[in-house]
C-alpha cells in the first residue's frame, strides 16, 4: 500500500539524513568528505555554551569557508601530531526550528560524542547541540551553510582536532 507522505515529513527525513550521514563522514574517519556537507561561503563554528550565553564571540574552532573547512583537514592528516582517537556521535530530538524560502531552513539537534583513545577506554568527549541553517545547493541537495555546534561541556581534556 502506498502511503502519501505530507511534504513536512519528506523535509525532516531529508534533514535528518543529512545530519545521519554527516556523523557517519567522522565516525568513519572519512574526513577529506567532510567539506562536501557545506556550501562555498559557510559558516562552522564550535563555541562553548558559557559564551553564547554571555554572548562572547569567542570560538574553540571558526571556519567561514569551505576552503577552510578543507585546510583544517589537511592540517589533521599531514601536520598535526596527536594520538589515535576515534569518535561515535550520538544525535537526537531533530528538529526543523523554521522554514524561510529565502534563507533555507533552521534545524536544531542534540549530540554527545564519545572518544576512544588508542588504549581502548572511551569516555564523553562532548555534549551539546547544533544549530543549522540548511540550504538547497544548486543540484538539489541540502548543505550546511552554517554549523554552529555549542557544547556543554566545561573541559574538553584533549586537542579537539576533529570535527564535531
Known amino acids: 500500500m502506498n502511503m502519501v507522505v505530507p511534504r513536512g515529513e519528506v523535509l525532516h527525513r531529508e534533514v535528518e539524513e543529512l545530519i545521519h550521514a ?3 563522514c567522522i565516525d568513519d574517519d572519512e574526513l577529506e568528505k567532510w567539506p562536501d556537507f557545506f556550501t562555498e561561503k559557510c559558516l ?4 562553548p ?15 567561514d ?12 592528516r599531514n601536520a598535526n601530531i596527536y594520538p589515535s582517537q ?18 533555507g531552513i533552521t534545524a536544531q539537534t542534540n549530540y554527545a560524542v564519545f572518544q576512544t583513545r ?4 572511551s569516555h564523553v568527549f562532548s555534549v551539546g547541540k547544533y544549530r543549522d541553517l540548511i540550504v538547497r545547493d544548486n543540484g538539489g541537495q541540502l548543505k550546511f551553510k552554517q554549523r554552529v555546534v555549542t ?12 570535527p564535531i
Open 22 to 24: 554527516y556523523v557517519q
Open 44 to 47: 562552522y563554528k564550535i563555541i
Open 49 to 63: 555554551r558559557e559564551n553564547v550565553e554571555a554572548g562572547l564571540p569567542s570560538a574553540a574552532v571558526f571556519c
Open 65 to 76: 569557508s569551505r576552503a577552510m573547512l578543507v585546510d583544517r583537514i589537511v592540517a589533521l
Open 86 to 103: 576515534w569518535l561515535r556521535h550520538l544525535v537526537s530530538n531533530i528538529r526543523i526550528v523554521d522554514i524561510d524560502a529565502q534563507a
Open 118 to 121: 588508542n588504549d581502548g577506554s
Open 151 to 162: 557544547y556543554d561541556t566545561h573541559r574538553i581534556e584533549t586537542l579537539m582536532v576533529i
